[in-house]
C-alpha cells in the first residue's frame, strides 16, 4: 500500500488549530520530568522530543511534543486537550513549587512542510536535523523550525508569531496545500495515535506503540509503576494496527477473527483506519472482519513496540 502523497513533492500543511503551553519558573524541567513518561531533565536546549500524559493507573491522556527552550519548555499538543492538560498540570503545582503555566495559543501558528525536498524550500538557511530545533530570523520575525512532522515523514514544522501569516504566506504561498481531511488520512496510514480515539483512558502508552515517548530508567511519575510492570512482564494485551478494508466501516466498529471479537476500529478515512487488536490472537497480515467488511492487519511506521510476542 502507498502512501496517499506523492513525497517527491513539497507540501504544505497550516494546522488549522494550534495549542501551545509555556512552562516557565525554574522548577519546569523536573515537575514535567515528574508528570511524563519522558525523561525531560535529561533534555538539552535546543532539542524536541515526545511525551505522554498518563493518569496514575498509567492511562493515556495525550502526547505532547515539547520544544526545550532556554527560559521555557513550549508543549505543543492538541486543542482539544489544551483545556484537560492546563487543569491536569495545574492541580500537581504545588505553593512552593517555582513553575508557572502560560498559554500561548492565541499568540502563535504552525505550519508543516512535508516532502523528501522540502529542503530545497528553505532560502539558504542551516536547517534543523534529528531531535532539534532551530530559530530563524526571518524579516526581524522569529520562526522556531524543527526536524519533525508529527508523522514520521520527511520535513519540517514551522512555528510563528500569528500575526505574521503573510510573511509565511510569501515564503510557502506558493506550495500545494493539505487539507485537514487529507492530514487525517496520512495521520492513519502512518499510525500516530490522537486523542479521544487511540489515546483515551482505555489505553496506556505501550499499547498505543509510543515507547519512543517513554523512558524505563528516568525513575517515578506518574502512572510509573503501571507502565515498568507492563514492560518488565510484556504485559501488553492489545497493540494498535494500521487496517486495511475492502469497504467502509465506521469508527467503533468491533473487529472480529474466526467469529470472535479480537478488538475496536478507533479512526478511520475512506478505507483506512486504526485499531487496537489482542496481542494473543491477531498479528501482522492477517485477516479479519468488521462487520461485512474484509480487512487486513498492517503494521504503521509511526508506532514500535520493543518486544512482541504474537500469535502461538
Known amino acids: 500500500m502507498a502512501l496517499p502523497f506523492d513525497l517527491e513533492q513539497t507540501w504544505l500543511y497550516p494546522l488549522p488549530e494550534f495549542s501551545l503551553i ?12 515528574n508528570q511524563t513518561t519522558n525523561a525531560v531533565e535529561a533534555r538539552a536546549v535546543g532539542e524536541w522530543f515526545e511525551t505522554v500524559f498518563v493518569n496514575s493507573t498509567g492511562r493515556t491522556l495525550e502526547l505532547a511534543t515539547v520544544y ?7 508543549l505543543q499538543v492538541e486543542a482539544g486537550q489544551k ?57 526581524g520575525v522569529e520562526l522556531l523550525i524543527s526536524a519533525q512532522t508529527g508523522l514520521d515523514l520527511p520535513g519540517y514544522t514551522v512555528i510563528f508569531p500569528a500575526d505574521q501569516q503573510e510573511l509565511v504566506n510569501q515564503l510557502w504561498g506558493h506550495l500545494p496545500l493539505i487539507n485537514p481531511d487529507q492530514w487525517e488520512s496520512l495521520r492513519i496510514y502512518q499510525g500516530r495515535p490522537q486523542a479521544g480515539k487511540e489515546l483515551t483512558e ?14 524505563f530508567t528516568k525513575g517515578c511519575y506518574i502512572g510509573q509503576e503501571t507502565i515498568a510492570r507492563l514492560n518488565t512482564y510484556q504485559g501488553v494485551k492489545q497493540r494498535l494496527w494500521r487496517i486495511t ?68
Request: aromatic letters at 10%.
Open 68 to 74: 526545550v527552550r532556554q527560559d521555557s519548555l513550549w
Open 83 to 139: 483545556d484537560f492538560l492546563w487543569q491536569w498540570m495545574d492541580r500537581f503545582i504545588f505553593p512552593f513549587d517555582k513553575v508557572e503555566l502560560r498559554d500561548l495559543s492565541a499568540h502563535y501558528r504552525a505550519v508543516v512542510l512535508l516532502g523528501e525536498k522540502v529542503e530545497e524550500h528553505n532560502l539558504g538557511w542551516q536547517l534543523p536535523t534529528g531531535n532539534q530545533w532551530l530559530a530563524q530570523s526571518v524579516q
Open 245 to 312: 478494508l475492502d469497504r467502509q466501516a465506521e469508527a467503533g466498529t468491533v473487529i472480529t477473527l474466526e467469529g470472535q471479537k479480537v478488538g475496536i476500529l478507533t479512526s478511520v478515512k475512506g478505507l483506512t483506519g486504526l485499531g487496537y487488536l489482542k496481542t494473543k490472537l491477531v498479528d501482522q497480515g492477517m485477516t479479519v472482519q468488521l462487520g461485512e467488511a474484509i480487512a487486513t492487519v498492517e503494521k504503521p511506521p509511526y508506532l514500535s513496540h520493543q518486544y512482541y510476542q504474537g500469535p502461538s
Open 202 to 215: 482505555d489505553y496506556n502508552p505501550l499499547e498505543a506503540g509510543l515507547w519512543r515517548a517513554i523512558s
Open 22 to 33: 509555556a512552562l516557565q519558573g525554574e522548577d519546569r524541567r523536573r515537575f514535567l520530568h
